[in-house]
């Protein structure tokens, strides 16, 4: 794909000169600090110098004049690693006949791995092995080292700006409290989650914005992915551009569940405009994985490794973006006192949960366990040794551990389905009074319907007619699941209540209350109300889904009521701190506009709830706005943070001092956990 290019990255200038090149002896090292930096490129094979590499028609050769060398702009792809742009933009590449040509977009041969001895430099094809020098007389395959100069003319870094500017206030207060707001559960790692192929998109991509934000075939008009992200979402599979960056007329909104909303320019936004805390959810789901026609191994466990693998090569990403390991906003945490070390350098301490339905690989199958406790002994050894610091226990199928709460309508018909396939049988409820799960619809209509998408089921299969009024999950807690759950209490290890059935919560909740643990969460509105008041009793942590702040049309919750609820709970008074979970790329939907946009919008720019001064963010050539747009990506949620201050009228302050309270409270949480 072309590269587009766009203004705003400043030259820097990089130590350069024309002294003699290194002894044979010098000591080489990874250049960290070239980010950005607008060069010259002089070569020499020894003491003797090559001369200027400059470009001509299809490739590169080398002129004696400093005044005909061709400026090239350099960009991180990895730690130590760099793609270069010549005066039009071009990358040069390795091509397969050894000379160095220019290319037309990002690839393998286009990444190069520089080293430096302090004054020279050494290119060496990322890919390929092969290091830069000259080649029949060209720029190619050699083994010269290069004099780098600071010069102009350069092409610009396409990138996206976060619209913030001014001085933010500390992310410790003067007492050592942690001052920022918390997202309690996003997912981040989408990219690499479900088989690497169901979200198109990345949240960072070697190439850049260019490549990590390209649209998706699969994902367009009729592509497989448009048809799933239809069923899933309600979107339209037949107008489906999917053109991406830079023009982004079709993704991201705020109902395109499939497409990647957390692109890390978004996340700087949000940590630059108050955030101090994100905890993401490496997620799985065995049977969406094989339902895409294209995907990496469906094992649970082995999506898991994977998104860890990718969480940490995102923060080395971001950290070469920056200058050098350790330099990034993007600090992964694995102790409470890693996110305070995180927040008093004024960064976002970046916390690892897990979200899955086949934790360890513990299905049940018609109620026969498929693991046992050294399973999970050495599954509870192997997270913890990735930085996890918590898990949910049940996600949204029955397991090992006991039984989910159920999602309603037609996602649950859906995933009723997926039970079935997962497990052996369907959802199995009771009627039952006080605290209780998602009604089921009486007929089996939805899960007909479902059945004419192509899904297969056992011949003879017998579809569930459910209890009217309210309904429990008859699965709670079981001997293994007890196991899990105090293997869990002994490492310090957060455990989150959300998707556990009413019979399986109320029994975790038990067993907390007897060994007075705070460890327990609740943080994206999947409880029962009397489930968070006990979570609160404890000294556990609440958060709510990030709905709107007042109605937005899509017969949600709203963010406000659900925070005065919380509140007016008989243990709400406990409430130090409140979080928000976004459950970003979790194919759940961000907040859509709110019907009172029009008349009471968010006013840009804004004063975000640390101080700085945030306007539209812009990507590309769109240009997003909250009160049209909703949270169509991850970017807009200063923007909304600062709308429910603002639509909170006189509860305002008090709603802004829970929220910058958030990331305090959830930490002093874990402390807790931890003894």
């Given at each position: 794909m072309p590269?587009?290019?766009?203004?705003?990255v400043?030259?820097i200038?990089?130590?350069?000169?024309?002294?003699a090149?290194?002894?044979?002896a010098?000591s080489?090292?990874?250049a960290?600090d070239?980010?950005?930096a607008?060069?010259?490129?002089q070569a020499f094979?020894g003491?003797t110098?090559l001369?200027y590499v400059?470009k001509?028609s299809v490739?590169?050769g080398?002129?004696?004049?400093?005044?005909?060398?061709?400026?090239?702009?350099?960009?991180?792809?990895q730690?130590?690693?760099?793609?270069?742009?010549?005066?039009?933009g071009?990358?040069?590449y390795q091509?397969?006949?050894n000379?160095?040509?220019?290319?037309?977009?990002?690839?393998?041969?286009?990444?190069w791995?520089v080293?430096t001895d302090?004054?020279?430099y050494?290119?060496?094809?990322?890919e390929?092995?092969q290091?830069a020098?000259s080649?029949l007389?060209?720029l190619?395959?050699g083994?010269?080292t290069f004099k780098l100069?600071?010069a102009?003319?350069?092409?610009?870094?396409p990138d996206?700006?976060?619209?913030?500017?001014g001085?933010p206030?500390?992310?410790?207060d003067?007492?050592?409290?942690?001052?920022g707001?918390?997202?309690?559960?996003?997912?981040?790692?989408?990219g690499?989650a479900f088989g690497g192929?169901?979200?198109?998109?990345?949240?960072?991509a070697?190439?850049?914005?260019?490549?990590?934000?390209?649209g998706?075939?699969?994902h367009?008009?009729?592509?497989?992915g448009?048809?799933?992200?239809?069923i899933?979402?309600?979107t339209?599979?037949i107008?489906?551009a999917?053109?991406g960056?830079?023009?982004f007329?079709d993704?991201?909104?705020?109902?395109t569940?499939?497409h990647q909303a957390s692109y890390?320019?978004?996340l700087?936004r949000t940590?630059k405009s108050g955030?101090?805390?994100?905890?993401?959810?490496?997620v799985a789901?065995?049977?969406i994985?094989?339902l895409?026609p294209?995907?990496?191994?469906?094992?649970?466990m082995d999506q898991?490794r994977?998104q860890?693998v990718?969480?940490q090569k995102m923060?080395?990403?971001?950290?070469a973006?920056?200058g050098?390991?350790?330099?990034?906003?993007?600090?992964l945490?694995k102790t409470?006192?890693?996110?305070?070390?995180?927040?008093?350098?004024?960064?976002?301490a970046v916390?690892?949960?897990?979200?899955?339905?086949?934790?360890?690989?513990?299905r049940?199958?018609?109620?026969?366990?498929?693991?046992?406790?050294?399973?999970?002994?050495?599954?509870?050894?192997?997270?913890?040794a990735?930085?996890?610091s918590g898990m949910?226990p049940?996600?949204?199928?029955?397991?090992?551990?006991?039984?989910?709460?159920?999602d309603?309508?037609?996602t649950?018909?859906?995933i009723?389905v997926?039970?079935l396939?997962?497990?052996?049988?369907?959802?199995?409820?009771?009627?039952?009074?006080?605290?209780?799960?998602n009604e089921?619809?009486?007929?089996?209509?939805?899960?007909?319907?479902?059945?004419?998408?192509?899904v297969n089921l056992p011949?003879?299969?017998?579809?569930?007619?459910?209890?009217?009024g309210?309904?429990?999950?008859?699965?709670?807690?079981?001997?293994?699941?007890?196991?899990?759950?105090?293997?869990m209490?002994?490492r310090?290890m957060?455990?989150h209540?959300?998707?556990?059935g009413?019979?399986?919560a109320?029994?975790v909740l038990?067993i907390?209350e007897?060994?007075?643990?705070?460890?327990?969460a609740?943080v994206?509105?999947?409880?029962d109300?009397?489930?968070?008041?006990r979570?609160?009793?404890?000294?556990?942590?609440v958060?709510?889904?990030?709905f709107a702040?007042?109605?937005?049309?899509?017969d949600?919750?709203t963010?406000?009521d659900?925070?005065?609820?919380?509140?007016?709970?008989?243990?709400?008074s406990?409430?130090?701190?409140?979080?928000?979970?976004?459950?970003?790329?979790?194919?759940?939907?961000?907040?859509?506009?709110?019907l009172?946009a029009?008349s009471?919008?968010?006013?840009?720019p804004?004063t975000?709830?640390?101080?700085?001064?945030v306007?539209k963010?812009?990507?590309?050539?769109?240009?997003?706005?909250?009160?049209?747009?909703g949270?169509?990506?991850?970017?807009l949620?200063p923007?909304?943070?600062?709308?429910?201050v603002n639509q909170a009228?006189t509860?305002?302050p008090?709603?802004k001092k829970q929220?910058?309270s958030?990331a305090?409270?959830?930490?002093v949480?874990?402390?807790?956990?931890?003894?």
């Open positions: 590269r587009s290019l766009v203004a705003g400043l030259v200038g990089v130590a350069g000169g024309l002294s090149p290194a002894s044979a010098a080489w090292a990874p960290y070239l980010e950005g607008c060069v010259t490129l094979h003491s110098s001369g400059w001509d490739g590169y080398f002129k004696s004049a400093v005044a005909s060398a061709e400026p090239f702009r350099l960009e991180a792809t730690l130590g690693r760099y793609l270069l742009r010549d005066g039009d071009a990358p040069p091509s397969v006949v000379w160095i040509w220019a290319g037309n977009e990002y690839g393998a041969r286009a990444d791995t080293s302090g004054t020279s050494k290119f060496v094809n990322t390929t092995g290091q020098g080649y007389g060209g190619g395959t083994s010269a100069a600071p102009t003319g350069c092409a610009a870094i996206v700006a976060t619209g913030v500017s001085t206030a500390p992310g410790v003067s007492s050592g409290k942690l001052a707001w918390i997202d309690a559960h996003a997912h981040v790692t989408a690499e192929a169901l979200s198109c998109g990345d949240a960072y070697s190439g850049g914005v260019a490549v990590a934000l390209k998706c075939a699969s367009g008009t009729l592509g497989w448009a048809l799933l992200e239809a899933i979402a309600g339209d599979p107008n489906s999917e053109d960056w830079p023009t007329t993704w991201p909104q705020h109902d569940l499939l890390f320019r978004s700087e940590w955030q101090r805390v994100l905890n993401v959810l490496l789901n065995r049977v994985c094989e895409t294209e995907h990496t191994s469906c094992n649970e898991i994977a860890a990718y969480l923060q080395d990403y971001i950290d973006r920056s050098g390991p350790g330099k990034g906003f993007f600090r945490a409470p006192a890693d996110v305070r070390s995180i927040a008093a350098q004024g960064k976002l916390t690892i949960g897990v979200e899955n339905s086949e934790l360890f690989g513990c049940e199958i018609n109620n026969v366990a498929q693991c046992t406790t050294a399973d999970i002994d050495a599954g509870l050894d192997e997270l913890q990735l930085g996890v949910y049940v996600h949204k199928f029955d397991n090992a551990f006991g039984g989910t709460r159920f309603e309508g037609v649950g018909a859906a009723n997926g039970n396939i997962s497990t052996g049988h369907w959802w199995r409820a009771t009627s039952c009074t006080g605290p209780s799960d089921q619809p009486l007929v089996n209509d939805d899960i007909a319907r479902l059945l004419q998408l192509g011949a003879g299969t017998i579809l569930p007619v459910y209890p009217s309210p309904i429990c999950n008859t699965r709670g807690l079981t001997s293994l699941g007890s196991y899990l759950i105090n293997r209490i002994d310090g957060i455990i209540i959300d998707h556990m009413v019979k399986t109320s029994a038990d907390a007897q060994k007075n643990y705070p460890g327990i609740s994206h509105t999947w409880a109300p009397a489930l968070i008041n979570t609160l009793g404890v000294g556990g942590f958060a709510s889904y990030a702040a007042s109605d937005d049309g899509q949600t919750p963010f406000l659900e925070w005065r609820t919380h509140r007016a709970l008989a243990n709400g406990k409430i130090t701190g409140y979080g928000v979970g976004t459950d970003v790329n979790g194919l759940g939907p961000q907040a859509a506009p709110r009172n029009g009471s919008p968010l006013t840009y804004f975000a709830i640390n101080g700085t001064i306007a963010q812009v990507m590309g050539t769109r240009t997003f706005d909250l009160n049209t747009d949270v169509a990506q991850y970017g949620y923007d909304w943070i600062t709308d429910l009228g509860d305002g008090a709603l929220l910058l958030g305090e409270a959830y930490t949480m874990w402390e807790g956990a931890r003894g």
